[in-house]
């Protein structure tokens, strides 16, 4: 039996509440969620350690989910990979997609003070962060990733529109899933043609965070004894706390002027007004 094959592709960007969308899509009866949510398999020009390589563990994450309509993937950094169009063509010719979108110096502000709260970048500056020039990490590529590069979706899209037609692609606003899940939830189901079963709550997965003292969750990850991890447990969960700081005002109206041009691109492509980024 030829094993069955993701269709249904959650492509971000990050920070877009992808991982929600996926949760609550995953309690939906004609939707099989991977065993993993992003294994990255289709992007094989974005290094990490946590992508999965070989075919054949890839198709094991959907294993057993022949019945469903839907096999679900949300390894939102396809849309920023060059390879993963191409990829999921050759591999799922009639697959759906359902593109994140979100105010773009707020994507960019979220991104960053994730890759801070992980590890993953070192200057701690969001606008310094964002306009400085990006060493090459061959081993994790959001190490390297140009911030600005990351919002530029029409290129992005543009790719996806060359391997399948415009109305396999639905777009959801960041603001409206968070302002009202659930209408904006059941009206996917509806474009999907998946019988509209609302969910008793919609929970936000990752929301925003940050740490108090920065650089204290790190010196205690990678300790190896059982005393270390429980204290650095502790240390995390003490010096954790919800939301980020804001984008000041000056810098949001620079890296607008700098981004304009990207988002008329995508204003046209996807027929949408998009006035109220732009006005920041």
Same mark, same amino acid.
């Given at each position: 039996?030829?094993?069955?094959?993701?269709? !249904?592709?959650?492509?971000?960007?990050?920070?877009?509440?992808?991982?929600?969308?996926?949760?609550?899509? &995953?309690?939906?009866?004609?939707?099989?969620?991977?065993?993993?949510?992003?294994?990255?398999?289709?992007? &094989?020009?974005?290094?990490?350690?946590?992508?999965?390589?070989?075919?054949?563990?890839?198709?094991?994450?959907?294993?057993?989910? %022949? =019945?469903?309509?839907?096999?679900?993937?949300?390894?939102?950094?396809?849309?920023?990979?060059?390879?993963?169009?191409?990829?999921?063509?050759?591999?799922?010719?009639?697959?759906? #997609?359902?593109?994140? !979108?979100?105010?773009?110096?707020?994507? $960019?502000?979220?991104?960053?003070?994730?890759?801070?709260?992980?590890?993953?970048?070192?200057?701690?500056?969001?606008?310094?962060?964002?306009?400085?020039?990006?060493?090459?990490?061959? %081993? %994790? #590529?959001? /190490? &390297?990733?140009?911030? +600005? %590069?990351?919002?530029?979706?029409?290129?992005? *899209?543009?790719? +996806?529109?060359?391997?399948?037609?415009?109305?396999? *692609? =639905? #777009?959801?606003? +960041?603001?409206? $899933?968070?302002?009202?899940?659930?209408?904006?939830?059941?009206?996917?189901?509806?474009? $999907?043609? $998946?019988?509209?079963?609302?969910?008793?709550?919609?929970?936000?997965?990752?929301?925003?965070?940050?740490?108090?003292?920065?650089?204290?969750?790190?010196? #205690?990850?990678? =300790?190896? &004894?059982?005393?270390?991890?429980?204290?650095?447990?502790?240390?995390?969960?003490?010096? =954790?706390?919800?939301?980020?700081?804001?984008?000041?005002?000056?810098?949001?109206?620079?890296?607008?002027?700098? *981004?304009?041009?990207?988002?008329?691109? *995508?204003?046209?492509?996807?027929? /949408?007004?998009?006035?109220?980024?732009?006005?920041?």
């Amino acid at each position: 039996m030829t094993p069955p094959v993701p269709n !249904l592709f959650i492509l971000g960007p990050p920070r877009t509440g992808t991982t929600s969308l996926a949760k609550w899509l &995953s309690l939906h009866p004609d939707v099989a969620a991977g065993r993993r949510k992003e294994p990255m398999f289709h992007a &094989s020009d974005l290094p990490s350690p946590l992508s999965i390589d070989s075919l054949d563990d890839y198709l094991e994450v959907w294993a057993g989910t %022949e =019945t469903r309509p839907f096999r679900l993937e949300a390894s939102t950094w396809y849309l920023f990979s060059r390879e993963a169009a191409k990829s999921i063509a050759r591999m799922s010719p009639d697959a759906r #997609f359902i593109v994140h !979108l979100r105010d773009p110096v707020d994507l $960019l502000a979220s991104l960053h003070a994730h890759h801070v709260f992980l590890g993953l970048e070192e200057q701690r500056v969001f606008e310094s962060a964002a306009l400085s020039e990006r060493p090459a990490d061959t %081993e %994790e #590529f959001r /190490r &390297s990733t140009d911030y +600005f %590069e990351v919002v530029r979706l029409g290129g992005q *899209l543009r790719r +996806f529109l060359e391997h399948f037609p415009e109305d396999r *692609l =639905t #777009f959801v606003d +960041f603001g409206a $899933l968070s302002s009202d899940p659930e209408s904006t939830y059941l009206n996917l189901l509806d474009d $999907l043609g $998946l019988d509209r079963v609302p969910l008793s709550s919609y929970p936000h997965m990752n929301r925003g965070r940050h740490q108090r003292v920065p650089g204290a969750n790190q010196r #205690f990850a990678d =300790t190896r &004894s059982i005393a270390g991890r429980g204290i650095g447990k502790v240390v995390r969960k003490l010096n =954790t706390t919800p939301g980020r700081r804001p984008v000041d005002p000056q810098a949001r109206r620079r890296i607008l002027e700098r *981004l304009a041009p990207d988002i008329d691109e *995508l204003e046209g492509l996807i027929d /949408r007004d998009l006035s109220a980024w732009k006005s920041g």
